[in-house]
């Protein structure tokens, strides 16, 4: 037996954390385990007294046997991740409009709603090609989407029809500013079952108001605060989960821990809510041009703050999905991901959308989708050379398609932040890691990896 080549260890003087982002295990050992884990990773031959141990290392991955491939194993995955395997993911823009006038926003928000003749489109084209995959994921984006509900519920009730008819799951998420989301609103959406929301509050109200205007420029954040705490109170149970992204300026780092502070009063230790924290970033449009000095450039500079977050029961469930394989790679990489706009233009990228390359087909009103000579072109983008790099597993040499087609260069996901600057925070919040039991205590495993299909960058 051999250590595994992909294990990253955090430790502290009270816990030992092993993640394995081929076997996308994350584990944190007890104090009275640190030794031990510490000399099986350094010798797994060794006959150790704690079996128990060694087996347990071994089910999770971090010691293998010494003909076992991991670079095979991973290569295989991120093909079938990036290739037409998963289910058919479609992001759904059913209107353009928008009710609010965000600062950083790259999108023109045309009066331009989905009509009959795109979402009859669309269930055609749905209908038609079902077969072909495990399942259907659905992601509503905008505009906001929420502007245009009625034609989220009609188009979502034919869907889910179809994949009833042939067997096959459907999931939905959205993605929103979540002003329109009241409790009344949310109870329909779960009807027609969105299970996983994305709703951006920028911090408090001073920088979230100064963000996120309504479109009359007035002020947001209390409505989106009070609907999120609603729907807390009035659905304690239930199978959903909602993420409070937010985007930074550097305004905002003087009062990234208030805000978590105030955050945990109301979501700390909820099953329901996590956080997503990320830059404000450049992508396209006049209004950025405003606040282009209050940019940051380096994710790092959250940390301190991201760990309090996590210390006060906040956990960060989509950054944990990260550490896997194809983890940090983006959904315009796979060949089984379109964005529909209310047209029935078809796209590649949900933040440039204006981009000429952006644009790779159209579907016609009989659902049959035409892509054009820029469709290929997004898998042809030549990947980091490093293929020796320990975290290729993550995104396999490529994150941003849009990033190398536009700049002609591959960035590094892990350029900001390190792996281990990722365990440093999961560790401290138990939604985020699992904990280390003997045999007679292990119950039903938990995992967050089904995060990864949610919300997409989206990211």
């Known amino acids: 037996m051999k250590a595994s080549r992909y294990n990253f260890i955090y430790e502290t003087e009270n816990y030992i954390s092993v993640c394995n982002i081929v076997s996308e295990e994350f584990i944190r050992f007890p104090e009275e385990k640190i030794d031990s884990v510490r000399r099986i990773l350094n010798d797994p031959e060794v006959n150790w007294n704690d079996l128990e141990l060694v087996s347990y290392m071994q089910e999770k991955g971090f010691i293998i046997d010494d003909d076992y491939d991991e670079?095979?194993?991973?290569?295989?995955?991120?093909?079938?991740?990036?290739?037409?395997?998963?289910?058919?993911?479609?992001?759904?823009?059913?209107?353009?409009?928008?009710?609010?006038?965000?600062?950083?926003?790259?999108?023109?928000?045309?009066?331009?709603?989905?009509?009959?003749?795109?979402?009859?489109?669309?269930?055609?084209?749905?209908?038609?090609?079902?077969?072909?995959?495990?399942?259907?994921?659905?992601?509503w984006f905008?505009?906001?989407?929420?502007?245009?509900l009625e034609r989220i519920e009609s188009l979502s009730r034919k869907l889910i029809r179809i994949c009833e008819e042939n067997k096959k799951p459907y999931m939905a998420n959205i993605t929103s500013n979540g002003y329109l989301l009241s409790p009344e609103v949310f109870r329909r959406l779960r009807r027609i079952k969105v299970q996983h929301y994305q709703i951006t509050v920028d911090g408090l109200p001073e920088t979230h108001n100064f963000q996120k205007p309504f479109i009359d420029g007035s002020d947001t954040f209390e409505t989106v605060i009070l609907n999120l705490i609603n729907i807390k109170n009035q659905y304690p149970k239930g199978m959903y989960d909602i993420t409070i992204r937010t985007n930074f300026t550097q305004q905002m780092l003087s009062t990234a821990k208030p805000f978590a502070k105030y955050l945990s009063q109301y979501f700390a230790d909820n099953p329901h809510f996590n956080l997503l924290w990320r830059l404000v970033?450049?992508?396209?449009?006049?209004?950025?041009?405003?606040?282009?000095?209050?940019?940051?450039?380096?994710l790092s500079v959250l940390n301190e703050a991201r760990l309090f977050a996590s210390k006060l029961g906040l956990p960060f469930k989509i950054n944990r999905t990260c550490l896997g394989v194809a983890g940090t790679l983006c959904y315009a990489s796979t060949r089984n991901s379109y964005i529909i706009t209310p047209t029935g233009q078809l796209l590649k990228c949900t933040s440039f959308l204006d981009e000429p390359i952006n644009n790779v087909g159209f579907l016609d009103d009989k659902g049959n989708m035409h892509l054009n000579e820029n469709w290929e072109m997004w898998f042809q983008v030549e990947p980091c050379a490093n293929k020796?790099?320990?975290?290729?597993?993550?995104?396999?040499?490529?994150?941003?398609?849009?990033?190398?087609?536009?700049?002609?260069?591959?960035?590094?996901?892990?350029?900001?932040?390190?792996?281990?600057d990722e365990m440093k925070i999961l560790s401290e919040n138990s939604m985020t890691y699992e904990c280390y039991r003997h045999r007679t205590e292990l119950g039903k495993k938990s995992s967050n990896l089904e995060e990864r299909n949610k919300h997409g960058d989206k990211l």
């Open 71 to 139: 670079e095979k194993t991973y290569l295989k995955m991120l093909d079938r991740y990036k290739g037409n395997a998963g289910h058919l993911d479609l992001t759904i823009m059913p209107t353009l409009q928008c009710n609010f006038r965000c600062i950083y926003c790259y999108e023109s928000h045309e009066i331009i709603d989905m009509d009959l003749e795109t979402e009859d489109a669309i269930v055609a084209y749905v209908k038609s090609e079902i077969r072909k995959y495990p399942g259907l994921s659905i992601e």
């Open 281 to 298: 970033g450049n992508f396209g449009g006049e209004r950025i041009n405003s606040i282009r000095n209050l940019l940051l450039k380096d």
């Open 388 to 420: 020796q790099c320990k975290n290729r597993p993550t995104c396999g040499g490529m994150i941003c398609p849009m990033g190398s087609l536009k700049e002609g260069t591959c960035k590094c996901p892990w350029d900001d932040n390190s792996i281990i």
């Open 142 to 148: 905008g505009g906001e989407p929420l502007c245009a």
